[in-house]
């Protein structure tokens, strides 16, 4: 089925869309903690040190049952996100979404600001959770950057796949063991010309909570399982900016199986070859 907006109603949808976001500032924003579990903990954490464009509070999941069709609220919150076609849900993400009834349609909602992979379903042992404070600051960025120009809201996370030249003055850090293909290091070297640094994933986890300056690093979300099928997703974030440079996500199989891809690769190491 396709959809054929009439010139009225692509007025109404990007003035509606323009005034979401002008407005964001003046709208307090719920972040539901429904439980004590450490991601929910971490999460109260980096919103409190963290969030800046908007006032907020915390909410329960029965108090954000309540009041979620109510518009005059957003929502910052865990969920499980499943793909039409997976059977159960694979992977955990943070979303931003605007309330209203459209929010009972997840993260298909027309009323989602932004929504992030964060770590596989299930997962309570806190191995992505250092990621919330970072994952915080992309979500305002990306509610700067739309305010700016509002044509990015109808772009999504799309935005970011392409943002690669601005690394290239930067310490690029990152670990072979997150390719899903062999290489020898030498040769993953000169695909960027001896501008990356090779190192353990534990350096790059220390990058990230120690806010390391002008640094990119690379961050891998698996499904839970790894199995064909689900989703990964790929991501270069800068651990002082907080700043989204490459986002994608592919469809695991034995032939692509999780990392990053040959055509990652080969997409990240363009602006390094000039």
Avoid at 225 to 248: A, Q
Wanted: hydrophobic fraction near 40%; proline fraction near 4%.
């Amino acid at each position: 089925m396709i959809l054929v907006f009439t010139g009225v109603e692509a007025q109404n949808i990007l003035k509606e869309t323009r005034n979401t976001f002008a407005t964001f500032g003046a709208k307090i924003t719920k972040v539901v903690i429904p439980s004590t579990s450490l991601p929910d903990l971490m999460l109260r954490d980096a919103v409190s040190k963290g969030w800046r464009i908007s006032p907020f509070e915390f909410c329960t999941m029965d108090d954000y049952n309540m009041i979620k069709e109510d518009t005059n609220y957003f929502f910052l919150l865990r969920v499980d996100g499943r793909f039409r076609r997976e059977l159960e849900p694979k992977i955990e993400y943070l979303t931003l979404i605007k309330g209203g009834p459209e929010v009972n349609d997840g993260l298909y909602s027309s009323r989602n600001i932004l929504t992030l992979p964060l770590q596989e379903i299930d997962d309570n042992s806190g191995t992505n959770l250092y990621l919330l404070p970072m994952y915080i600051d992309i979500i305002q960025n990306h509610i700067y950057k739309v305010q700016s120009d509002i044509s990015l809201a109808f772009k999504g996370n799309t935005i970011y796949s392409n943002k690669v030249g601005e690394i290239k003055n930067k310490n690029f850090l990152f670990s072979i063991d997150l390719l899903n293909y062999k290489i020898p290091k030498n040769d993953f070297s000169e695909l960027f010309k001896g501008d990356i640094k090779l190192v353990s994933q534990a350096e790059i986890e220390d990058a990230i909570i120690e806010n390391r300056s002008n640094t990119v690093v690379p961050v891998i979300i698996q499904p839970k399982g790894c199995f064909s099928g689900s989703y990964c997703y790929k991501l270069l974030i800068g651990t002082d900016s907080h700043e989204l440079f490459f986002f994608r996500r592919h469809k695991i199989s034995k032939r692509v199986p999780l990392g990053f891809t040959k055509e990652d690769i080969r997409k990240i190491s363009v602006p390094f070859q000039f």
